[in-house]
Nanobody, 128 residues
Framework: QLQLVESGGGFVHPGGSLRLSCAASGFTWDDYAIGWFRQAPGKEREAVACISNGVSSRWYSAYVKGRFTISSDNTRDTVHLQRRSLRREETAVYYC?????????????????????WGQGTQVTVSS
């Protein structure tokens, strides 16, 4: 059974940094894409970054490119999202999700609906 567990959320000041982690289990690592998504109050869930180890691909939304880094630790089956220069409007619940790479039609901003496996989410609050 595929399971995803996020950790690392919390409170951070504007301009600060925070690393989120997603522990994944129950699937073949190279066959899946693992993505980070976020949902702010009153807004739709949006894709932030995604990685697929099997095809060595990474994607970032234009809003976070250059500030966020997604990486995987295959020995521990964990995907990290290192975030810096955080902004108040990035306060949200952050989720990691998984989808079989071969089923992805879109590997970009509109890919959220293609992901069927989700973690429980972790709250990140950016505030002074």
């Amino acid at each position: 059974q595929l399971q995803l567990v996020e950790s690392g959320g919390g409170f951070v000041h504007p301009g600060g940094s925070l690393r989120l982690s997603c522990a994944a289990s129950g699937f073949t690592w190279d066959d899946y894409a693992i993505g980070w998504f976020r949902q702010a109050p009153g807004k739709e869930r949006e894709a932030v970054a995604c990685i697929s180890n099997g095809v060595s691909s990474r994607w970032y939304s234009a809003y976070v490119k250059g500030r966020f880094t997604i990486s995987s630790d295959n020995t521990r089956d964990t995907v990290h999202l290192q975030r810096r220069s955080l902004r108040r409007e990035e306060t949200a619940v952050y989720y990691c999700a998984a989808a079989p790479w071969e089923t992805l039609v879109v590997f970009g901003a509109t890919m959220t609906g293609q992901f069927g496996y989700w973690g429980q989410g972790t709250q990140v609050t950016v505030s002074s």
